[in-house]
C-alpha cells in the first residue's frame, strides 16, 4: 500500500454486509492513508473475501452498537502520533481531500477535524431541506476522544477539544436500493426510541449536555404522530426542500415523514409494553 499523504492517518471503517461498497471505500483511501482498519459485524456476504484481498487490516466483532465498535476497535490501535479517519463503508472522501488536508498549516494546533458531510440520495445531491450537508468531526488525534455510549447518533467526545471546522467534504453515497434502506431505517427508529427513553429518564443525563439530542427534545414536545408532519412542512416548505424537485420531495417524505413515524410508532409501542 503506498503512502502519499504526509500527515498520519489511519482510517477505520465499520462494516456488516458491505460488498456493494467496500472495494470502493478501500480504494478511496488507500493510496493516502498509512491504514484501513475494518471492524466487521460478521458479514454473511463476500465483505470479509474483499477486505482480505485488499490486504486492510481485518477485525470481527459482535455488534452492539456503533460507539461499541467504535470504542472497542480504538482501544487496540496503540500508537499515539496519528490521526484517526472515522469513515463509513457507503461513503467516500471528495476528491483531492488529502490534498486539502496537506494544504492545513496549523494543524499542529488541533486535535479534532470536522468535515462537510455530503448526501448522494437516488443518485442526487441534498442541497436544500436544513438536514445536508452537515459537519461532523470524522478525524482526530489518536487516544484524544472517546465515544459516547448512545444506542444511536453516537458523537466522539474530544477530551481537550480544540476543534478545526473545516469545509473539506466526505460524501455519503449508499449504492442500494429502497429494500436495504426501510431496512436500515426500522432499526435505526427503534434505536432512536430507546436513546428518547434514556434522555427522558435522565440516563447518563451528564453525557447529554450540549447535545444535539437536547435540540431534539424540543421537538419531541410536539403531539406525537402530529411531530412528523409538522417536521415535514417544516423542512420541504420553510428549508426549502421543494429546490430538490422530485428527488427533494422523495428525500423528505421518506427521511423525515416516514421515518419520525416510524420513531413515533416505536415510542408509541414502549409506552404501552411500559404500562401494560
Known sequence: MKKKNK?????????????K???????????????????DSFSSDRTSK????????????KFKSHSNQLNWILKKIKKKNIWILRIDADEIVEKNFFKKLNLIKNLNDYNAIEFTIEHIFLGNKINFGGVYPQQQ????????GI?????????????????????????????KGFKFWFTKHNF??????????????????????NDIFRKKMNYYKFPIFVRPFLLFLYRY????????????????????????????????????????
Open 7 to 19: 500527515i498520519p492517518i489511519q482510517a477505520i471503517v465499520l462494516t456488516l454486509n458491505e460488498e
Open 21 to 39: 461498497h467496500i472495494l470502493r471505500c478501500i480504494k478511496n483511501l488507500k493510496l493516502d492513508v498509512q491504514k484501513i482498519i475494518v471492524v
Open 237 to 276: 416548505i420553510l428549508k426549502r426542500g421543494f429546490l430538490d424537485g422530485y428527488v427533494g420531495i422523495k428525500f423528505c417524505l421518506m427521511q423525515t415523514l416516514y421515518y419520525r413515524l416510524l420513531v413515533d410508532f416505536y415510542i408509541a409501542k414502549r409506552f404501552l409494553i411500559k404500562f401494560k
Open 147 to 175: 465515544f459516547d455510549n448512545k444506542p444511536m447518533d453516537e458523537k466522539i467526545k474530544i477530551l481537550n477539544p480544540k476543534i478545526l471546522k473545516s469545509k473539506i467534504k466526505i460524501i455519503d453515497y449508499n449504492l
Open 188 to 209: 435505526y427508529a427503534k434505536q432512536e426510541s430507546k436513546l428518547f427513553f434514556m434522555y427522558r429518564n435522565k440516563i447518563k443525563k451528564s453525557s447529554y449536555k
Open 137 to 144: 468531526i470524522r478525524m482526530w488525534r489518536n487516544k484524544s
Open 50 to 61: 474483499i477486505c482480505k484481498k485488499e490486504k486492510v487490516r481485518f477485525y470481527q466483532n
